[in-house]
């Protein structure tokens, strides 16, 4: 197989429309014509592949689709608008109707969120388990449960998932592991290497590396078999009167019939679909990302050691240093390194003052960027409790190992020692 590199810059495309360019053009067209009226019947019922209009699909974001199904050495792959978009689509087409799922409680605060309100109202229950008791997986499982959920390392803590023990508990089970692979990335981890069935990304984060486009993807590893309890899986193996009856199991198959549900049923009808040039922007990012996670690796890891030496703060959370509690997990599932987002907390005691004490350090932090996102070429600061975390209750953000205190920072491409010096002159305020 080809190595990560080549594909980052070459799967998906090959150069050969009459227009011959080199790089993957922008499809900036809602719509596309149809040869004849035959053409166009075949096109909407199945019968074909095509492109027929935007919401369902553009050329660029095929290239980006291959792409990211490539770099995770999946079957295929579905762009979305966004990284939530990817996650909601998908747990959505394997809970089908009346189906219940399991996920880690150590989560993006836009999942919680997600699960526990929204899913809700749709009637999809989600039970929440510690992702490190592997008895809690299981005692949650039920005869409805469709999918586990957990992502590949969890910001901000950055715990990192025993994939290998939990995509057991899942198969044991009869059910796909879903795994959030946008902190991880490919890159570092791929999880269809260890059990995953899908894998869902915030586009957003480190495949772009840019921090300016929203999208998502869902890839489809091809392993799970959906044929195997067909009762289960009505949305795949029984006539879909949309389509003229047609069984998407027989006629798609595996690591196939996965994606042809999110687009023709999800993605149409929702329409959470992927703008074209976000699509392009995206796929720009993706070409140099081994670069840029490798630095940005290397650069948390100086970071975090530095911290870890530092008076004013009371602990690091990076699984790359000796004595983390997930140390052992990154040495077996991160050979590359860990990713680049992680957390301190500073010292002090979570009273009145705490928050006070907390923005005399971020507000005064330069070069660090106060921003909610991840993965940019930028070096991002955040505080979890008063920002992505801040709709979780206090017992919930104790589950996600989140205080007052906790800082997180997101290294990008920056020069270390221009960092290390910035959070040493703002360490200082606390
Ligand atoms: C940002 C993020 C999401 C949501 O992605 P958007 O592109 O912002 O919609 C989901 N999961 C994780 C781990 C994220 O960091």
Redesign the pocket.
Known sequence: MTAFSTQQVQAGYTPGIPQNSAVPPIYQTAAYEFASLADAADLFALRRAGNLYSRNASPTQQVLEERVAALEGGASAVAVA???AA?AVTLMALAGRGGHIVSASQL?G??VDLFQDTFDDFGIPVTFVDQDDADAWRAAIRPDTRALFA?SVA?PIAQVLDFRLVADIAHEAGVPLVI?N??GTPYLIRPGEHGADFVVH?A??FLSGHGTS?G?VVVDQGSFDFGAQPERWPQFTAPYPRFGELVLWERFGIGQAFAALVKSKYVHDLGPSLSPFNAWQILQGIETLDLRVSRQSATALALAEHLAAHPKVAAVHHPGLEGNRWHALAERYLPRGAPSVFSIDLRGAEDAEAQARIARVVDSLEVFRLVAN?GDARSLVSHPASMTHSHLNAEQRAAAGISWNTIRLSAGLEDSADLIAALDRALARL
């Open positions: 966004s990284g939530q996650v993006y836009g999942t992502e910001n959030d946008t902190v915030s957003t984060k929203l998502g991840i």
